[in-house]
């Protein structure tokens, strides 16, 4: 009787469970660029919003609206209206050996020598804003590590009370470590490797960077960063970034980033066929 | 009056924003004349479903029978996802062979490239971006600068 009983809850169960819609599918993509699926948005839609955890700053999170630059405010993306601080004789010099392809200093990709043309590494902090893509915060006891959509990387930000390395070799994503302030994270990091570019723009730094970040999660679904780059090799003065917010890609937990890798053979091949021929020639036109 | 002019201007400032980011990446705002508009009749050469842009690669061949090969920049392999797309699913919609038109903003160049606004097969079936940014067919069908 009482297996009788199992056979038939079991296979109830099991339908119940198999036809929820958390199994329709179980994982959707974030919101990158703007866009999402329809599936993801219902989902998103119909997902609970989870407790509310000041300290609790995990997830995957997308900043509609943002700027792609160090500073605020920006007007379009081909003609941003940024103040930066001034440059040095040093930072200059840098600026005008970077030749990105877009804002007033654009050139014809062909002709510009952007780390993202041939996939090198972003760096931090340009990832941060990398083609509008999200990226997801994993917390642990000791360290929260931040993945970025873009090249699927990550950089990790040490928690434990831990001090940054003394005067370390510069790496991509540098050497970060945070600590609560009330009810701020605030993140320090320093060891850049000063090949990258700041943004877009061409924006330069050097390898004397200090970054200090400040994140605030004012409610369930928002996480805000306010950046501050002091660079004197670099800039006359600290460079105090805008507030970006992010907004928090529901359904927490089934939320995955997409897999953007940028494959350098791929790009040598967009680069070859697409980039080069359309704009060849036309800075002399 | 006023409110179809405000809901003008809205439309346009929507797709400056959509747009504008996406324009960016790789120089296409520097690289293409986004104010015309072609379309072209051909036959798919190859389809890349790659970043940072996917790529159709097709051939035109002209009355005399000469034959020009074209290349369209398209939305990103996640944008693609985005609209409902797979890649499986477009590697067979694309195959080598198929007869194709494609619309879109040509290369200022000149050489035959173009951003990718729509691809419509000879069944119909049309891979078109369904909101702004690169490509956006809407701004390609309601004639906007043209």
């Given at each position: 009787m009482r297996n009788r009983l199992l056979s038939m809850v079991i296979p109830f169960a099991a339908g119940l469970v198999l036809s929820s819609p958390a199994f329709a599918q179980v994982y959707y993509g974030p919101s990158s660029q703007g866009k999402r699926t329809k599936e993801a948005e219902a989902a998103a839609a119909a997902a609970p919003k989870p407790a509310y955890d000041p300290h609790d700053i995990s997830g995957v999170w997308w900043g509609r609206g943002n700027s792609f630059f160090m500073?605020?405010?920006?007007?379009?993306?081909?003609?941003?209206?940024?103040?930066?601080?001034?440059?040095?004789?040093?930072?200059?010099?840098q600026f005008k050996a970077?030749?990105?392809?877009?804002?007033?200093?654009?050139?014809?990709?062909?002709?510009?020598?952007?780390?993202?043309?041939?996939?090198?590494?972003?760096?931090?902090?340009?990832?941060?804003?990398?083609?509008?893509?999200?990226?997801?915060?994993?917390?642990?006891?000791?360290?929260?590590?931040?993945?970025?959509?873009?090249?699927h990387t990550s950089r990790e930000i040490w928690t434990d009370g831990r001090k940054p390395p003394k005067d370390p070799d510069p790496r991509w994503y540098g050497w970060a470590v945070g600590h609560w302030e009330g009810d701020t994270l605030v993140v320090d990091s320093t060891g850049y490797d000063e090949r990258t570019w700041l943004d877009n723009l061409g924006y330069p730094h050097s390898e004397g960077m200090h970054l200090q970040e400040r994140f605030h999660h004012p409610d369930a679904m928002t996480l805000e960063i306010t950046m501050t780059l002091d660079d004197p090799k670099t800039y006359v003065k600290p460079w105090m970034g805008g507030k970006e917010t992010y907004h928090l890609q529901l359904p927490k937990g089934a939320t995955v980033l997409e897999e953007a890798y940028c494959v350098p053979s791929e790009e040598e091949s967009f680069n070859q066929g697409v980039r080069d021929p359309a704009g060849k020639g036309i800075s002399s036109k | 009056m006023r409110t179809k002019f405000v809901g003008c201007i809205g439309v346009i400032?929507?797709?400056?924003?959509?747009?504008?980011?996406?324009?960016?990446?790789?120089?296409?705002?520097?690289?293409?004349?986004m104010k015309k508009v072609i379309g072209?009749?051909?036959?798919?050469?190859?389809?890349?479903?790659?970043?940072?842009?996917?790529?159709?690669y097709f051939d035109v061949t002209d009355d005399k029978g000469n034959v020009a090969h074209w290349a369209a920049e398209m939305r990103?392999?996640?944008n693609l996802l985005a609209e409902g797309y797979t890649r499986r699913g477009l590697m067979e919609k694309l195959a080598p062979g198929t007869a194709v038109t494609v619309t879109g903003n040509p290369s200022k160049s000149g050489a035959p490239v173009l951003v990718f606004s729509k691809a419509v097969l000879g069944d119909g079936y049309c891979i078109c971006n369904h909101d702004g940014g690169i490509g956006n067919d809407k701004a390609a069908d309601d004639g906007t600068g043209q």
């Open positions: 500073g605020k405010p920006v007007g379009r993306y081909d003609s941003p209206t940024i103040s930066p601080p001034p440059l040095t004789a040093w930072g200059e010099e970077h030749k990105p392809s877009s804002g007033p200093h654009a050139v014809e990709p062909a002709l510009g020598n952007d780390p993202l043309g041939h996939c090198d590494p972003l760096g931090y902090p340009r990832n941060l804003w990398a083609n509008d893509r999200p990226f997801e915060m994993i917390q642990t006891p000791g360290k929260i590590v931040q993945i970025f959509e873009w090249g | 400032l929507g797709l400056m924003i959509v747009s504008s980011p996406l324009m960016a990446h790789h120089g296409t705002g520097v690289s293409y004349d072209l009749k051909g036959v798919v050469t190859r389809f890349a479903f790659a970043n940072p842009h996917s790529q159709l990103a392999p996640g």
